[in-house]
């Protein structure tokens, strides 16, 4: 049967990790120097709120698997259960490293007040480590040889891009979302600024987003079944996705052609600058965008949860009940 708690918690930890990992890598790009010490310093400590809760659900998931396995509650779990499951399995291994890179993360976020390129560029390399974890929690995982490299690459890829694209939605939202009295000339220009920068990197996210999508579709699909997608649930979760994603890939077209203009059309006179209306469509636009995200990540969660409970093939060793489980969920 479905398990609906362990997918939502795999939701809010996919939501989470991409946050501690995009937002911070869109403060080093998408702004200046002296622009990152007004508006980045501030939220360190959001930073290490949304780091803390990282490895509080994954320990909290760790729970959630041995207990399923052991077929009792998350509050009967004993010792032994979960320390087959951290000592003996890659899913074990990569929740170790995840809450290593999460606490990394905590312990280095101080350093955004001093040093603000280097805390944001420790804070982002260490939330990357802790995003591409979740590659050996899916279907990444599943394969051996050179397709289970190829296949493991392409679904850590995937994961950084579309964190990079969440948390830049993110900062885009936390600049363009501020009081009226704080939304002064300079600021709308600096989002102005800051969207037109994210051209280019939202351009080379959603490169890597569809060919990391079609190397993964091809492994999990197959071409010779592609004409059958509609008939499984998979499939249909599939199809969702990327009418999402599309979605997405079309709001993001609108507010780069449309509702944003280019450097050489930026107005010079700042008091001629519709400071109502663009703050709207602009703040329209991102809550759009976000809310679009949202929808792919659920999906994502939903066709992982479904993948993680069908048996494991040719499993190496019956003997070794844990393992093998572990396994049946990283498939």
Same mark, same amino acid.
């Given at each position: 049967m479905f398990d609906t708690p362990m997918a939502v918690l795999r939701f809010a930890l996919y939501a989470d990790l991409?946050?501690?990992?995009?937002?911070?890598?869109? =403060? @080093?790009?998408?702004?200046?120097?002296?622009?990152?010490?007004? @508006?980045?310093?501030?939220? %360190?400590? =959001?930073?290490?709120?949304?780091? #803390?809760?990282?490895?509080? /659900?994954?320990?909290?998931? !760790?729970?959630? /698997?041995?207990?399923?396995?052991?077929?009792?509650?998350?509050?009967?779990?004993?010792?032994?259960?979960?320390?087959?499951? #951290? %000592?003996?399995?890659?899913?074990?291994?990569?929740?170790?490293?995840? !809450?290593?890179?999460?606490?990394?993360? !905590?312990?280095?976020?101080?350093?955004?007040?001093?040093?603000?390129? /280097?805390g944001l560029g420790a804070v982002s390399i260490s939330g990357a480590i802790a995003l591409g974890s979740l590659a050996w929690t899916g279907h990444g995982a599943m394969d051996e040889g050179a397709t289970g490299l190829i296949h493991l690459v392409a679904d850590i890829v995937h994961l950084l891009a579309a964190g990079a694209w969440i948390g830049a939605i993110l900062g885009l939202a936390l600049l363009l979302f501020r009081r009226r009295n704080l939304f002064d000339d300079a600021h709308l220009l600096l989002s102005h600024r800051a969207l037109d920068g994210f051209a280019v990197t939202g351009t080379t996210v959603v490169t890597l987003l569809v060919l990391t999508g079609l190397v993964n579709s091809w492994i999990l699909v197959g071409p010779d079944r592609v004409w059958a997608l509609a008939t499984s649930l998979y499939g249909q979760l599939l199809i969702v996705k990327l009418v999402v994603f599309a979605a997405m890939i079309g709001l993001a077209a609108a507010n780069r052609f449309r509702l944003d203009l280019p450097p050489a059309e930026w107005p010079r006179d700042y008091d001629s600058l519709d400071h109502e209306r663009d703050i709207e469509c602009r703040a329209r636009s991102t809550s759009r965008k976000r809310s679009s995200a949202s929808c792919v990540k659920l999906r994502l969660c939903w066709r992982r949860e479904r993948a993680r409970l069908k048996p494991a093939a040719g499993s190496r060793s019956a003997s070794r009940p844990i393992i093998g489980g572990a396994r049946s969920m990283a498939a």
């Open positions: 991409a946050v501690v990992f995009g937002v911070p890598l869109f =403060w @080093l790009y998408g702004l200046r120097a002296p622009e990152r010490r007004h @508006l980045a310093v501030p939220l %360190w400590p =959001w930073a290490a709120g949304t780091a #803390l809760l990282g490895a509080i /659900l994954s320990a909290v998931g !760790v729970a959630m /698997l041995a207990s399923s396995m052991a077929g009792v509650s998350v509050a009967d779990v004993d010792r032994a259960s979960i320390d087959a499951i #951290l %000592w003996q399995t890659s899913i074990g291994t990569a929740a170790i490293v995840r !809450v290593c890179a999460l606490i990394a993360v !905590v312990l280095m976020t101080p350093l955004i007040v001093r040093f603000p390129e /280097l």
